[in-house]
């Protein structure tokens, strides 16, 4: 069995990941809500087992906390990113849709600190066992990114592709209402037409409070 621990800020695919990577091979275990939550920093994962019980099995998944205890040099990391623009876009929509208002140099401040805990801790310290997803290659072929992550992670791949991806989305526009139609959300993203969203003001923003360092480790860049 091979367990991945996912990370990923909310809004950046960390669900989609999990749903291909289940579905596309045998013999793995996502824990994505397992030793920690796949939102927040790295928590001490032994620690974290032990309190939760030696003997029992937990979540959906099934894990067992004594087979996960003896596998856990073997973790794998699979870190789930999305272009920032999008990203802030993505999640103030979602936001909006719960009726809720998002703080944009608030929400960028936390995405850059876990994904600079997220990068030193599982990237640069286990670079064998630590993979970056980013969204955009995810919607612009899932089978190269998991050819990837099989050779990477060791994976056994099942017969058959699945995508899983519908293809059509309802978009909420930026005055926080559905814009009454269905869109393709993969060429809308991938084209980036999601910037004509952005006002310059709103931009600026994100420019200013995106740490363009952290986010460049995985290969981002301003637009």
């Known amino acids: 069995m091979i367990y991945v621990r996912q990370y990923g800020v909310p809004r950046s695919g960390t669900n989609y990941l999990m749903y291909l990577l289940t579905r596309n091979f ?3 275990k996502m824990l994505f809500n397992v030793i920690g939550s796949k939102h927040e920093v790295p928590v001490h994962y032994k620690n974290w087992l032990l309190s939760a019980g030696v003997g029992r099995v ?3 998944q099934k894990v067992s ?4 205890l003896k596998s856990l040099s073997e973790l794998r990391f699979a870190i789930s990113i999305r272009n920032p623009y999008s990203w802030v876009l993505g999640f103030q929509n979602y936001m909006r849709g719960k009726k809720r ?3 944009v140099s608030a929400i960028c401040k936390r995405a850059n600190h876990r994904y600079r805990i997220w990068y030193q801790k599982c990237q640069e310290r286990c670079p064998r066992r630590s993979m970056i997803v980013r969204l955009e290659d995810l919607w612009k072929d899932s089978g190269i990114v998991l050819e990837q992550m099989r050779l990477h992670f060791g994976l056994t ?3 058959e ?3 899983g991806y519908c293809g059509v989305a309802k978009r909420i526009n930026s005055g926080g209402t559905f814009s009454g139609s269905n869109f393709n959300q993969r060429n809308y993203y991938l084209t980036k037409k999601y ?5 310059p003001e709103m931009k600026a923003v ?3 409070h995106i740490d363009w360092t952290v986010w460049g480790w995985y290969g981002y860049k301003p637009e």
């Open 157 to 159: 791949k099942k017969k």
């Open 161 to 163: 592709h699945v995508d």
């Open 65 to 68: 906390v004594d087979h996960l």
């Open 195 to 199: 910037m004509s969203e952005f006002t």
């Open 206 to 208: 994100v420019d200013r």
């Open 101 to 103: 208002k998002v703080k």
């Open 26 to 28: 045998t013999g793995i």
């Open 58 to 60: 937990l979540g959906r």
